[in-house]
């Protein structure tokens, strides 16, 4: 209608329509009020105002006299959204991220906000490279003003990258460039790794390796001076060209040490890695940055920076580094506090943090604290804190907060090994006894070969320094048959107790003495063999009082299944003077891993072992041999078969074992990021000997292997084949084992 020229004093609003949305919201809505003047342009500005709302289709007001009334019909409610065709993208993060934007059920429809919802999820294939992937919608209308909402997609197939070119590089080959690269073109084994597959992040991934690699070799100026990504017609194809200013390379030409210097210069400067006359590496200064922040975190700065400040000169192509140190204020520790250990007493994790309160902060104390707190065994995870207390600027709070395990184990189970057939085995543990960090535990196990009942019982912290003591009690009885060696049993019984002595934070010592009842029962076949003739020189029935030491180191950064650090174990076994049999072992095992990329790891791993009888005895006794072949040792050759052999031409062992193992540790292919299952390609090689090594008599072996940690039990297995293995030699390609621990 018409409305009156003159403006109209408004009496009342009124709104018709509304069903679900209330009319209070439309009047907060309003800026026109009761008792303002109604004008001409004033029912423009309802309707713009209401159909910001987004709650309306349509819209139209009304003057009656005095009175406005505003006609509105509302958008229909969303019912129910499907979803139909997407497998890259899962419903529950795509409803998550519609409802970030307004349309979810129960929500008013808006077909704007269903077009971008559309065009969102559309940018987001293209983003991974699915440039003829299509998106539809379809809109059910149903009774009572709803309607129901069908997004259906057609994800396509992933353009792949048929080429990529480098424009401006002059110092370096395309090669060597594309080498830093984790996009590729097509190669043989681009179908599973997939690095043929564009993504706009790994495309910026790659260009931000490109400028590492660039400035790491001193070219501080170097610029990516454009990135041209171009589909082919059928949208299948993807050709990447990336044009690069390289700029000149520039030496150091000087390096400072700027800035508040808390710390002793003289302690810093062996951590400054870049050197005057080097070539600049961004890579160094950030190194040495990360290095000095460290030491002022150990001297209390935890809230230091260093910044690296280059002035460059490009005339003369050189730059000066200035290192600005910002320590700020000296941090104290008011308290350290300790959270969710319920059952372990506040000492048992007490004793093993290394920052102390009252003391300044170190943050390598902190850290160092937390894996001590990880390595006890008692907790699934560790988490540290550092909170500012209030009120202050330099004294703060550190929390340790744990998520216990269970400390208490009973467990039954099986398993099945190539060498050992059907093992069974239980156990009763304790390993955090009453909450004291105490360890006891009983188990037995049986096997062809073993047979093995044992008792412990080990407390960490005997002295307050950290000294442990622990006593054990087993009764063994082995069939060497059963194992690949010679017709003869033996029956041991054994008692003994071990100190651990801490030399510091990740060199131990231990100290053993061990009581040792040995029974032995030949098959009548051994009665002319080199057995026999030890036993009837020394008897079959044996007491020896057996002393032993070891140091050991451990940085691992797990136990199962790591993938750096490493450890170190050098131990020694003799039998005291007036035992039966008079004899030593010396034993030296050493393994690394030193990680290569995210997912892949280099093991290499030397075990060595070292025998001898000392006083009145001529050799060391037979069942003390050492033996190797099979899984753990020289894989592709039979369990415990390698080595001298006795006149029935059974292997015996030896006296000196030599063994070393290289792996290349990878992820299981179409399982990156499965954490309980891992390959490896490896080699092998071993041997054990009478007396002296003899290196020409190495066997070697090269192969795959997996690991896996199931729900049931850990699985191993190998494929392997022998390289020179010689004419006695018991070749076993596959081997594996379940249960029996890998």
Same mark, same amino acid.
Do not use: C
């Given at each position: 209608?018409?409305?009156?020229?003159?403006?109209?004093?408004?009496?009342?609003?009124?709104?018709?329509?509304?069903?679900?949305?209330?009319?209070?919201?439309?009047?907060?809505?309003?800026?026109?009020?009761?008792?303002?003047?109604?004008?001409?342009?004033?029912?423009?500005?309802?309707?713009?105002?209401?159909?910001?709302?987004?709650?309306?289709?349509?819209?139209?007001?009304?003057?009656?006299?005095?009175?406005?009334?505003?006609?509105?019909?509302?958008?229909?409610?969303?019912?129910?959204?499907?979803?139909?065709?997407?497998?890259?993208?899962?419903?529950?993060?795509?409803?998550?991220?519609?409802?970030?934007?307004?349309?979810?059920?129960?929500?008013?429809?808006?077909?704007?906000?269903?077009?971008?919802?559309? =065009?969102?999820?559309?940018?987001?294939?293209?983003?991974?490279?699915?440039?003829?992937?299509?998106?539809?919608?379809?809109?059910?209308?149903?009774?009572?003003?709803?309607?129901?909402?069908?997004?259906?997609?057609?994800?396509?197939?992933?353009?792949?990258?048929?080429?990529?070119?480098?424009?401006?590089?002059?110092?370096?080959?395309?090669?060597?460039?594309?080498?830093?690269?984790?996009?590729?073109?097509?190669?043989?084994?681009?179908?599973?790794?997939?690095? =043929?597959?564009?993504?706009?992040?790994?495309?910026?991934?790659?260009?931000?390796?490109?400028?590492?690699?660039?400035?790491?070799?001193?070219?501080?100026?170097?610029?990516?001076?454009?990135?041209?990504?171009?589909?082919?017609?059928?949208?299948?194809?993807?050709?990447?060209?990336?044009?690069?200013?390289?700029?000149?390379?520039?030496?150091?030409?000087?390096?400072?040490?700027?800035?508040?210097?808390?710390?002793?210069?003289?302690?810093?400067?062996?951590?400054?890695?870049?050197?005057?006359?080097?070539?600049?590496? %961004?890579?160094?200064?950030?190194?040495?940055?990360?290095?000095?922040?460290?030491?002022?975190?150990?001297?209390?700065?935890?809230?230091?920076?260093?910044?690296?400040?280059?002035?460059?000169?490009?005339?003369?192509?050189?730059?000066?580094?200035?290192?600005?140190?910002?320590?700020?204020?000296?941090?104290?520790?008011?308290?350290?506090?300790?959270?969710?250990?319920?059952?372990?007493?506040?000492?048992?994790?007490?004793?093993?943090?290394?920052?102390?309160?009252?003391?300044?902060?170190?943050?390598?104390?902190?850290?160092?604290?937390?894996? %001590?707190?990880?390595?006890?065994?008692?907790?699934?995870?560790?988490?540290?804190?550092?909170?500012?207390?209030?009120?202050?600027?330099?004294?703060?709070?550190?929390?340790? #907060?744990?998520?216990?395990?269970?400390?208490?184990?009973?467990?039954?189970?099986?398993?099945?090994?190539?060498?050992?057939?059907?093992?069974?085995?239980?156990?009763?543990?304790?390993?955090?006894?009453?909450?004291?960090?105490?360890?006891?535990?009983?188990?037995?196990? =049986?096997?062809?070969?073993?047979?093995?009942?044992?008792?412990?019982?080990?407390?960490?912290?005997?002295?307050?320094?950290?000294?442990?003591?622990?006593?054990?009690?087993?009764?063994?009885?082995?069939?060497?048959?059963?194992?690949?060696?010679? =017709?003869?049993?033996?029956?041991?019984?054994?008692?003994?107790?071990?100190?651990?002595?801490?030399?510091?934070?990740?060199?131990?010592?231990?100290?053993?003495?061990?009581?040792?009842?040995?029974?032995?029962?030949?098959?009548?076949?051994?009665?002319?063999?080199?057995?026999?003739?030890?036993?009837?020189?020394?008897?079959?029935?044996?007491?020896?009082?057996?002393?032993?030491?070891?140091?050991?180191?451990? #940085?691992?950064?797990?136990?199962?299944?790591?993938?750096?650090?490493?450890?170190?174990?050098?131990?020694?076994?003799?039998?005291?003077?007036?035992?039966?049999?008079?004899?030593?072992?010396?034993?030296?095992?050493?393994?690394?891993?030193?990680?290569?990329?995210?997912?892949?790891?280099?093991?290499?791993?030397?075990? *060595?072992?070292?025998?001898?009888?000392?006083?009145?005895?001529?050799?060391?006794? *037979?069942?003390?041999?050492?033996?190797?072949?099979?899984?753990?040792?020289?894989?592709?050759?039979?369990?415990? #078969?390698?080595?001298?052999?006795?006149?029935?031409?059974?292997?015996?062992?030896?006296?000196? !074992?030599?063994?070393?193992?290289?792996?290349?540790?990878?992820?299981?292919?179409?399982?990156?990021?499965? !954490?309980?299952?891992?390959?490896?390609? *490896?080699?092998?090689?071993?041997?054990?000997?009478?007396?002296?090594?003899?290196?020409?008599?190495?066997?070697?072996?090269?192969?795959?292997?997996?690991?896996?940690?199931?729900?049931?039990?850990?699985?191993?297995?190998?494929?392997?084949?022998?390289?020179?293995?010689?004419?006695?030699?018991?070749?076993?390609?596959?081997?594996?084992?379940?249960?029996?621990?890998?």
């Amino acid at each position: 209608m018409a409305f009156a020229e003159e403006p109209v004093l408004v009496k009342d609003i009124r709104v018709n329509g509304l069903q679900r949305i209330t009319a209070g919201a439309v009047f907060n809505a309003l800026s026109l009020k009761v008792g303002d003047q109604f004008e001409e342009e004033t029912s423009e500005e309802i309707i713009r105002e209401l159909f910001e709302m987004g709650f309306f289709s349509d819209i139209n007001v009304d003057l009656n006299d005095d009175i406005v009334i505003i006609n509105v019909k509302e958008r229909p409610a969303i019912t129910s959204i499907e979803i139909e065709g997407n497998d890259d993208i899962e419903n529950e993060t795509l409803l998550e991220a519609f409802g970030d934007v307004g349309m979810e059920v129960g929500r008013v429809f808006n077909p704007l906000v269903l077009d971008k919802v559309k =065009n969102e999820l559309l940018q987001q294939y293209y983003n991974n490279g699915k440039y003829s992937a299509e998106v539809s919608s379809k809109v059910t209308t149903l009774e009572r003003n709803r309607v129901a909402v069908l997004i259906s997609v057609v994800e396509g197939s992933a353009a792949s990258i048929k080429k990529i070119n480098i424009v401006g590089n002059k110092s370096f080959s395309d090669e060597e460039i594309l080498s830093v690269f984790e996009l590729t073109g097509p190669t043989l084994i681009s179908f599973y790794t997939n690095s =043929n597959q564009y993504s706009k992040q790994k495309l910026s991934a790659d260009l931000e390796r490109l400028n590492s690699f660039y400035q790491d070799r001193g070219y501080i100026n170097f610029k990516v001076e454009s990135t041209q990504v171009s589909i082919s017609p059928d949208k299948n194809g993807i050709f990447i060209t990336i044009n690069i200013n390289e700029g000149k390379v520039h030496t150091v030409s000087e390096v400072k040490l700027a800035g508040e210097l808390i710390v002793n210069p003289d302690k810093l400067i062996p951590y400054v890695i870049v050197q005057p006359t080097d070539v600049f590496s %961004r890579k160094k200064a950030t190194q040495t940055s990360e290095y000095i922040t460290t030491i002022l975190g150990q001297a209390g700065y935890s809230f230091a920076n260093v910044n690296m400040i280059p002035e460059i000169d490009n005339e003369s192509s050189t730059v000066k580094v200035t290192f600005f140190v910002d320590p700020g204020k000296r941090v104290y520790v008011r308290r350290v506090l300790m959270e969710g250990n319920t059952k372990t007493r506040d000492e048992v994790l007490r004793r093993e943090v290394r920052q102390m309160e009252a003391a300044s902060i170190s943050t390598r104390a902190v850290d160092h604290s937390k894996a %001590r707190l990880s390595r006890l065994g008692h907790f699934d995870e560790v988490d540290v804190e550092t909170l500012p207390v209030a009120g202050t600027s330099d004294q703060v709070d550190i929390k340790y #907060t744990v998520k216990e395990k269970s400390s208490g184990n009973i467990l039954a189970g099986a398993g099945f090994s190539q060498s050992q057939g059907i093992v069974l085995n239980a156990s009763i543990s304790q390993n955090n006894f009453l909450g004291t960090g105490k360890r006891m535990s009983a188990s037995f196990n =049986n096997s062809s070969v073993n047979t093995i009942y044992s008792l412990g019982y080990t407390n960490p912290y005997y002295t307050v320094d950290g000294v442990s003591r622990g006593y054990n009690i087993s009764y063994r009885t082995t069939d060497y048959d059963e194992a690949n060696s010679s =017709n003869y049993e033996t029956e041991t019984f054994n008692m003994g107790v071990n100190f651990g002595l801490p030399l510091n934070e990740s060199d131990k010592i231990g100290l053993g003495l061990d009581l040792e009842f040995t029974d032995i029962q030949l098959d009548n076949n051994l009665f002319f063999g080199e057995i026999n003739k030890f036993i009837v020189e020394n008897g079959n029935s044996f007491t020896n009082l057996k002393a032993s030491a070891s140091w050991g180191t451990d #940085t691992r950064n797990r136990a199962v299944f790591a993938t750096r650090g490493g450890s170190k174990r050098l131990s020694g076994i003799i039998t005291v003077p007036g035992s039966d049999l008079e004899f030593y072992k010396l034993s030296y095992n050493q393994e690394q891993y030193f990680p290569i990329s995210t997912n892949t790891t280099l093991y290499l791993n030397a075990d *060595f072992g070292y025998g001898d009888s000392y006083g009145d005895a001529e050799s060391l006794p *037979f069942f003390e041999n050492y033996y190797a072949g099979g899984k753990g040792s020289v894989r592709g050759f039979t369990d415990n #078969t390698l080595g001298p052999r006795d006149i029935f031409d059974d292997p015996i062992g030896g006296s000196v !074992k030599l063994v070393g193992n290289a792996e290349f540790i990878f992820p299981v292919p179409f399982m990156p990021d499965n !954490k309980s299952v891992r390959m490896s390609t *490896f080699v092998d090689a071993g041997n054990v000997y009478d007396d002296e090594i003899d290196v020409g008599e190495l066997r070697y072996s090269v192969g795959v292997s997996a690991k896996w940690l199931s729900p049931f039990g850990a699985l191993s297995f190998s494929l392997a084949m022998p390289i020179n293995d010689g004419e006695d030699d018991e070749v076993q390609t596959f081997q594996f084992a379940f249960g029996s621990g890998i």
